[in-house]
């Protein structure tokens, strides 16, 4: 790195000769490097005891709450799947009656994309892109708690709701008119409409707090050009999410509004001049964008391990993030390919058609890089992380391929609704993001814990994912041309579907046996896996510069940029930040292209305000949109004293509600 | 971390064992007895039934020692039985002489008298038998199990229902529309137009709806 004529560099001399700095980086240097980490362990850590853990506001612990939590709920919802294939494995099976399994395949559904897919890609962003970028924290850390509080609650509510009776029942999209008030009676709908807004508040506060974080809070030199691949695609999907989720938080909204027999407005009754279509077209510009905002940040999962096990960065960085871009563009000009049965005007659908099949554009260039990344590695470490983006390949192609066959007109509306789509879309967001993210917790499990998980047992719940998930999906893509329709609860012997659902099952099974084989790796290997050290995988990014697990405020001395892999590239003299206050959380902020230092910014502490207002705002949905509109007005009273509470001026004190005096653990 | 999560897990368990507040209000009947599928006839007087479930004779013979229970009860604690009720009520006609409940060639469903008496059973003979005066006999053309849902829709007009479980959208305006613009609303219908001053025509909106 030619570092004298680094503009970066220059900045960085500029701040260490600002009038403060020097007498501060002099008084950190008198002091022993063990009391500046016991300062800032002091100042960054939460509070001991159960309100401590409540009032956390650190991106780690609330990172990995949203990952633990989402794959709760994945492992839940995949229950309710192995109950539904149970069911489906004979004709004219009695295990569960057309009701429940309504809700079953409605809960797996919304489970599966609300409460799982998107939350747990943004709290891997949560997790890792303050420490890719070299930041202590993330920009907004109350929002990002406020979001998780909000996400549980929603996921609380629906499974609670499914364990009641109140399961919706309508299937993961909510059609009108079966969603309205005159063929969805009772509380069910009602309960799924409040979930989507509550996990959508949280996906967006989400959106905008790693935003934030990566435009503003990189290190000094890592210019937009040498931000990992990882942090691109997380800011990629975070616009993706401010502009998608609008439509279908608005969309539930409208259709509470419809429901609810105090409001009864007519938004989707065509009976009253309202547009059914409507509906659809709100819900699919969210929910084709979702898919995207899904299958985006695995490809910076994979683009992560790739660099890690080929030992050289990917090939092609400016391709790859243009294709990125691209996707996030295009993304969101191909919702009505959903809505093929339609009546849409030839023209729109041509045009549908035509930009579903131009996204396989930037997809494919994202493939063509990675394989010439591996063609151009010296030596290709196939550990079990790099396993799963192998097996991503072969099952993402798979589904790809299924997906050009579905942007035609002609082949979409003679497989529309039937278990073709099914074993599409399970192979894009299984084989496109679910393959990569399993990948991605193999990875990072020793960066999360601290330990090494099992390589052998990694290997082994690898094929068992494999072999089921192939035995599960690829039938079904012969069982929809045949024929079978989706979300039914069973078929007549004489169809002749009975051998292929039976293979499904079996398949399912042995995926969800993989899937126990993965939890109980990382579970056992949390206490008793080797100890791992701050980069066991000798990979570039700065995640790895800290240490395993990381500190509370991840770097003593927050690192500068000097290259796209900064682990691999820093020169080892390479200057550090020092200028930082130790009594307050204090976060640099660089220059939005350039990362060039700019200021100082005191981010908040521990704080319960945002449990505080989390707890209002589901109260409001729940009562307000479920059982009377009062219970909205009522919550409101809650929610502006929480805010209150939350922007009261904290005088200058901003930052300082640390963790208090160390105790002895 | 291990703590926070074993919370999260604590919170599950929770939800979970709310489960035994499971409420009947909910339930879907999306498959019906195959003997309720039968068209109504009051002249049933034999439990046998043919169906297609042969290889269970259990289903072949519902037992004469428990007789079919009249009290339309489920039905009239459940969301779906009686929205199914009500899309029934339109889909049969019922409202061509009855409208939505306040009459017309008929008498009035949503006041509180009866001329034939006013429970379940009662309201499903009237359904499947007919009565002097014009109610047709429906016997033999309804599905028994879709008479027993109008009859608990029929009952929720009067607020005989649990509240909870009535089915919505009969919204103000669409009442208000029946006092001072009928035709609009059903055309041909024999509903004299009123001309109320706003804050009557209110007070008389509040009061029907009261009614429900």
């Known amino acids: 790195m030619n570092t004298e004529s680094d503009p970066v560099t220059t900045a960085i001399e500029e701040i260490s000769t600002r009038s403060d700095a020097p007498e501060r980086s002099a008084r950190a240097s008198a002091t022993s490097d063990d009391s500046l980490h016991e300062q800032l362990e002091r100042v960054w850590r939460r509070r001991p005891g159960v309100l401590g853990r409540l009032a956390s506001t650190n991106h780690k612990d609330v990172g990995l709450r949203f990952i633990v939590t989402a794959f709760v709920f994945f492992a839940l919802a995949g229950v309710l799947a192995l109950v539904m294939r149970l069911q489906l494995a004979k004709p004219g099976n009695t295990l569960v009656n057309p009701d429940l399994y309504n809700q079953l395949f409605t809960t797996h559904g919304s489970a599966m994309m609300f409460l799982f897919a998107v939350p747990v890609m943004e709290g891997m962003g949560l997790y890792l892109v303050p420490l890719m970028v070299g930041a202590r924290n993330v920009a907004f850390p109350r929002l990002m708690a406020y979001a998780y509080w909000t996400f549980l609650a929603s996921g609380i509510l629906l499974f609670g709701g499914l364990a009641m009776n109140i399961g919706p029942d309508m299937g993961w999209f909510g059609y009108v008119p079966l969603s309205g008030p005159e063929y969805s009676p009772g509380k069910r709908v009602d309960l799924w409409s409040q979930m989507i807004t509550l996990v959508e508040i949280a996906s967006m506060a989400l959106a905008v707090d790693i935003i934030v974080t990566i435009l503003k809070l990189r290190a000094p030199g890592m210019s937009l050009g040498r931000m990992p691949l990882f942090v691109w695609t997380q800011l990629v999907t975070g616009f993706m999410v401010i502009f998608a989720m609008p439509a279908v938080a608005l969309g539930s909204t409208l259709l509470t509004l419809d429901r609810l027999t105090n409001v009864g407005t007519h938004f989707f009754n065509v009976a009253e001049g309202g547009d059914a279509i409507l509906w659809q077209h709100l819900f699919w510009f969210f929910g084709h964008p979702d898919v995207y905002i899904i299958f985006i940040p695995a490809t910076g999962f994979i683009s992560s391990i790739v660099a890690a096990f080929c030992r050289r960065p990917v090939f092609g960085y400016t391709p790859l993030v243009l294709s990125i871009i691209a996707i996030g563009f295009i993304g969101f ?333 | 971390m291990a703590k926070g999560d074993v919370d999260i897990a604590a919170a599950l368990v929770a939800a979970a064992l709310a489960g035994p507040l499971a ?190």
């Not at chain 1, 084989?431 to 990072?444: D, E, H, M, N, R």
């Not at chain 1, 990979?539 to 682990?567: D, K, Q």
């Not at chain 2, 309720?36 to 439990?47: C, F, Q």
């Open chain 1, 333 to 665: 000009g191909v919702w009505v390919h959903h809505m093929f049965v339609t009546p849409i005007p030839d023209l729109g659908q041509g045009m549908f058609t035509a930009a579903s099949m131009m996204i396989v554009i930037p997809s494919g260039v994202q493939i063509f890089c990675w394989t010439a990344t591996f063609w151009l590695a010296r030596r290709v470490h196939v550990r079990t992380p790099l396993l799963f983006v192998l097996g991503f390949f072969a099952t993402f192609v798979i589904g790809g391929l299924t997906g050009v066959m579905l942007a035609s007109v002609s082949i979409d509306t003679q497989v529309h609704d039937t278990f073709f789509v099914v074993a599409h879309l399970h192979y894009v967001l299984i084989g496109g993001a679910i393959f990569p993210l399993i990948g991605a917790i193999y990875f990072w499990f020793p960066k999360f814990t601290g330990r090494m998980a099992s390589e052998g047992w990694g290997r082994v719940s690898f094929w068992l994912l494999f072999a089921g998930f192939h035995m599960t999906f690829y039938p079904q893509h012969h069982l929809g041309f045949h024929g079978m329709p989706r979300r039914i609860y069973t078929y007549g012997a004489e169809t002749g579907w009975g051998y292929l659902n039976l293979l499904s099952t079996v398949g399912a099974f042995t995926l969800g046996l993989g899937v126990l084989t993965f939890a109980t790796n990382l579970l056992v290997s949390l206490k008793r896996g080797p100890r791992a050290g701050p980069n066991p995988w000798g990979a570039g990014t700065l995640e790895w510069a800290a240490a395993s697990p990381p500190a509370s405020y991840n770097f003593a001395y927050p690192p500068t940029c000097h290259g796209r892999e900064p682990v691999w590239e820093n020169p080892p003299d390479a200057p550090v930040i020092t200028g930082l206050s130790t009594d307050k959380r204090e976060l640099l902020c660089t220059t939005l292209m350039d990362a060039a230092p700019d200021h100082r910014y005191a981010v908040a502490g521990n704080s319960l305000w945002p449990l505080a207002l989390a707890i209002p705002t589901a109260t409001a949905l729940i009562t307000g949109g479920m059982f009377h509109p009062a219970g909205a007005v009522y919550s409101a009273v809650g929610v502006a004293v929480a805010l209150c509470g939350w922007f009261w001026a904290s005088g200058g004190r901003k930052g300082q509600e640390g963790g208090g005096p160390l105790t002895k653990d």
């Open chain 2, 23 to 212: 409420c009947e209000r909910e339930d879907c009947e999306l498959r019906v007895d195959p003997s309720d599928a039968e068209p109504s006839l009051a002249t049933r007087t034999s439990g046998l039934y043919p169906g297609p479930h042969a290889e269970d004779p259990s289903h072949l013979v519902r037992t004469a020692l428990a007789p079919r229970p009249l009290v339309n009860q489920k039905n009239e604690r459940n969301a779906y039985a009686l929205s199914e009720g009500k899309r029934l009520y339109s889909a049969y006609n019922c409202r061509g002489c009855h409208a939505n409940g306040g009459g017309g060639m008929g008498p009035a469903l949503m006041d509180d008298g009866w001329i034939y008496g006013g429970k379940a059973e009662q309201i499903v003979e009237t359904i499947v038998k007919g009565r002097p005066g014009g109610m047709p006999a429906f016997g033999g053309r309804i599905p028994e199990f879709q008479v027993r849902q109008i009859a608990a829709f029929v009952r929720s007009l009067s607020g005989n229902v649990a509240g909870d479980a009535a089915p919505s959208r009969d919204t103000r305006g669409h009442l208000g529309g029946w006092v001072i613009d009928p035709q609009s609303i059903k055309p041909g219908t024999r509903m004299p137009q009123h001309n109320f001053a706003p804050e009557d025509l209110h007070a008389l909106l509040d009061y029907l709806q009261s009614l429900k």
